[in-house]
């Protein structure tokens, strides 16, 4: 087990240089990325000297599940971990073992201890080249279309496109015998203007982007985009094209 005084001591440096804001402004480029580099360095340092007091195996152990699915899985992507990043209690850590459960909708770290994260402790994590943040519902907004969880950042800009994907478990007796299927909603949002707005079908990106329909509808059309086809891409490409007509 390691000291409580040297943790103490690492955290208690790191937070000093990371806060010292107006020392960052006063130095020159060169010097800015010396400094931020330490500060890197040093929160790497910390994590190796916590051992097993990083905050990032604070969690329970993960239990997974008993039985199998006779389609699909619970994971994000693929049913096995792989390296990815997280921002963890306001630490980031790196080349880290993770999985996402997404019927359970948690994040498991360290791929031999499995460790569930404490969900409200995690602010982004990025995974199979997938970045994801955590928003929390706006209980003051009786008609909130976002939950609280964790969701897909496609496109990050002036305006900012979202995905949802729930994975639920439907039960069937089937001969007798009680089998478990994989089902999966998803749901898409745009962050414009500080809220969120559903994208149920190709007509609410063009009500959305109203003020600008004619020169969408002109770039779905020329740039052969399909809502019904390749969702993700069109809702990507047509976010940033907006972007930019009113940047």
């Known amino acids: 087990m390691k000291a409580p005084g040297k943790t103490s001591f690492f955290l208690g ?8 804001s107006s020392l960052l402004a006063q130095l020159s480029a060169d010097d800015s990325i010396f400094y931020k580099q330490a500060v890197k360095n040093l929160v790497e340092v910390y994590k190796q000297a916590a051992g097993d007091q990083s905050r990032l195996l ?8 008993l039985f199998s699915f006779i389609n699909g899985h619970a994971f994000f992507y ?3 971990p792989a390296i990815g990043s997280v921002l963890y209690d306001g630490v980031l850590y790196e080349n880290t073992s993770l999985q996402f459960d997404e019927i359970q909708e948690v994040l498991i770290a360290d791929s031999t201890r499995r460790i569930q994260l404490l969900n409200d402790r995690v602010e982004r994590f990025t995974l199979f ?14 008609a909130s279309t976002v939950k609280t969880g964790f969701y897909n950042l496609l496109y990050e800009g002036k305006n900012s496109l979202l995905k949802r994907e729930e994975k639920f478990i439907r039960e069937e007796v089937s001969t007798g015998e009680l089998q478990r299927f994989i089902e999966i909603h998803t749901f898409y949002y745009l962050k414009k203007d ?3 707005l559903p994208i149920r079908t190709r007509k609410a990106i063009l009500t959305i982007f109203a003020d600008k329909k004619k020169e969408i509808r002109q770039y779905i059309r020329k740039n052969k985009l399909s809502y019904k086809h390749d969702r993700d891409n069109m809702l990507i490409k047509v976010t940033a094209y907006y972007d930019q007509l009113t940047y």
């Open 13 to 20: 440096l790191i937070f000093s240089l990371a806060a010292s």
């Open 78 to 80: 693929d049913d096995k």
């Open 129 to 142: 080249n997938n970045n994801f943040v955590r928003l929390i519902r706006d209980t003051s907004i009786v």
């Open 194 to 196: 500080n809220s969120y």
């Open 58 to 65: 604070n969690g329970s152990q993960y239990g997974g599940y």
